[in-house]
């Protein structure tokens, strides 16, 4: 008997820098070493917590960058992700905002909790070229389609639906 799939709800956001670089997480499944993905920061919401107050957060959790729901543009785009992380199912209805930074920030991964330690092997800045070539999927797979806009012409008002 498969088991029923956890449902969670998650905060992501698209950070980019003033050179139109996103910033990415790469992940790998404990359970599952060969399991590898790019994510933007971002995860599941505590109880009762607004998306946006949740995004703010994980930003700050996974990177050290500080930037407050106000500077939060969207949700730009959501998406309902299926996938199994330590052997357990999960259903993850998800919304992305966007924000972008001047300068070249600083990130730091010294608020990482035990699991982020144990399956997040690099934080890094990528241009949507970079993220096209890296390999392995990257997660929303429209992210580098995504940047683009954002770069060409910004948030267009929408709130798009992804894979």
């Known amino acids: 008997m498969t088991a029923q799939p956890e449902h969670r709800h998650a905060a992501r956001v698209i950070v980019l820098d003033e050179a139109g670089r996103v910033l990415l997480m790469r992940g790998f499944d404990p359970a599952d070493p060969s399991n590898v993905?790019?994510?933007?920061?971002?995860?599941?919401?505590?109880?009762?917590?607004?998306?946006?107050?949740?995004?703010?957060?994980?930003?700050f959790e996974e990177s050290g960058l500080r930037v407050g729901p106000d500077e939060l543009s969207g949700p730009v785009a959501a998406r309902t992700a299926f996938f199994s992380f330590m052997g357990r199912p999960y259903r993850q209805d998800?919304?992305?905002?966007?924000?972008?930074?001047?300068?070249?920030?600083?990130?730091?991964?010294?608020?990482?909790?035990?699991?982020?330690?144990?399956?997040?092997?690099?934080?890094?800045?990528?241009?949507?070229?970079?993220?096209?070539?890296?390999?392995?999927?990257?997660y929303p797979p429209a992210l580098p389609s995504i940047v683009r806009g954002l770069l060409d012409g910004g948030w267009d008002g929408a709130r798009h639906e992804v894979d």
Do not use: H, K, M, N
Not at 37 to 58: K, N, S
Not at 96 to 119: K, V
Not at 124 to 136: H, I, K, L, P, S
């Open 94 to 138: 998800e919304v992305l905002f966007y924000t972008r930074l001047t300068g070249a920030p600083d990130i730091d991964g010294s608020g990482w909790t035990d699991i982020e330690r144990a399956s997040v092997t690099e934080l890094r800045w990528c241009t949507a070229d970079e993220v096209d070539a890296v390999g392995e999927p990257v």
């Open 37 to 59: 993905w790019w994510i933007t920061p971002g995860g599941g919401l505590e109880p009762g917590e607004d998306e946006r107050a949740g995004a703010v957060r994980e930003l």
